[in-house]
């Protein structure tokens, strides 16, 4: 996953949330619902939970954890997953729209 690609991240360890600046212009209850959904999740599993850009433009959820922490759960950080999938269906929808109409533009006429 690329920098320029990530969205936004939580880290449960550090007690960190991250925007990428790249996506300023996006809304800012879009913005606040990010961040609520990500520290939610955190909250809940611990770990890092990033949501980034795929170069074709679909949104994807990457959960990550500490190699020695042993109160991460594997499981339940999937099953919050594909939850956090479903509830925001529509969202990450409009977000991969987004990115494609305006940040995948760039790209190709940067060719």
């Known amino acids: 996953m690329k920098e320029e690609n990530v969205l936004c991240a939580?880290?449960?360890?550090?007690?960190?949330?991250?925007?990428n600046k790249r996506f300023g212009?996006?809304?800012?209850?879009v913005k606040k619902?990010?961040?609520i959904a990500l520290v939610s999740f955190t909250t809940e599993v611990g770990g890092v939970?990033?949501?980034y850009f795929e170069e074709d433009g679909t949104l994807m959820i990457?959960?990550?954890?500490?190699?020695?922490d042993f109160l991460y759960d594997?499981?339940?950080?999937?099953?919050?997953?594909?939850?956090l999938q479903r509830e925001k269906e529509e969202l990450f929808e409009?977000?991969?729209?987004f990115?494609?109409?305006?940040?995948?533009?760039d790209e190709t006429d940067k060719d």
Not at 25 to 29: F, I, Q, T
Not at 74 to 83: F, M, N, V
């Open 94 to 97: 409009q977000l991969e729209l």
């Open 49 to 51: 939970v990033t949501l």
């Open 10 to 19: 939580t880290n449960a360890y550090k007690e960190l949330y991250y925007f």
């Open 25 to 29: 212009k996006l809304p800012e209850n």
């Open 33 to 35: 619902e990010l961040q």
């Open 74 to 83: 594997d499981i339940s950080a999937g099953l919050l997953t594909r939850r």
């Open 62 to 68: 990457n959960t990550d954890h500490e190699e020695n």
């Open 99 to 105: 990115y494609r109409t305006f940040y995948m533009k």
